[in-house]
């Protein structure tokens, strides 16, 4: 191919797309009525929702305005009921609490009589042990030192002055200046010298 018609050929290529942009340059010029027209239209909308949204703060706050009165009346009503329920449960535990420590004390009280005549008697058995013990060692002592005065004589007088001789026994005598005592002799000793 020769440059010519390379040139020729090209310059009907950009013919044809020359016609083609002039057709939608066109068709775009003749669109663009239609689309300011949507456009604008859809500027009224978005106008007048604008217009609409300033408005409904205010709106808004009224309708607040005018429903915090009520919801302030209905909050305190709940929670003066709530107030009251929680009293009432109070005062219901207050007196469970009470009734429990009155129980408790009654117990308490009775515990400490019971020791309290436990102790009572422990000690009045403890002294009347001791009574019955002093009676019957007194007693006791009293047999003991009637027996031993009436079986072994307290005094004894002896009249001869010879030798006196004690088997057995640990008596000892007074005023034995002159006679002559022998202790600690036995019946059967073979080998004490002073056996007579």
Sequence with gaps: MSTNEETKGLLSELRVIVAALDAQKEHIFDSIPDHKL????????????????????????????????????????????????????????????????????????????????????????FFLGIIISSIISVGCATYAASYMM????????IDKPENIILYDSEVGLWGTDNVKVLKGLKKNDRKNKHKY
């Design 38 to 125: 949507a456009l604008e239209g859809q500027l009224k909308n978005i106008t007048t929702t604008g217009v609409m949204l300033q408005s409904v703060p205010k709106k808004l706050a009224e309708q607040i305005k005018s429903i915090v009165p009520d919801i302030a009346e209905k909050l305190d009503a709940l929670s003066a009921k709530k107030i009251e329920e929680i009293k009432s449960t109070y005062q219901t535990a207050l007196q469970e609490q009470l009734k429990s420590i009155d129980q408790t004390e009654e117990k308490v009280r009775l515990l400490t009589e019971s020791l309290d005549k436990f102790s009572r008697k422990r000690i009045m058995r």
């Design 150 to 157: 009436q079986t072994f004589p307290t005094r004894v007088t």
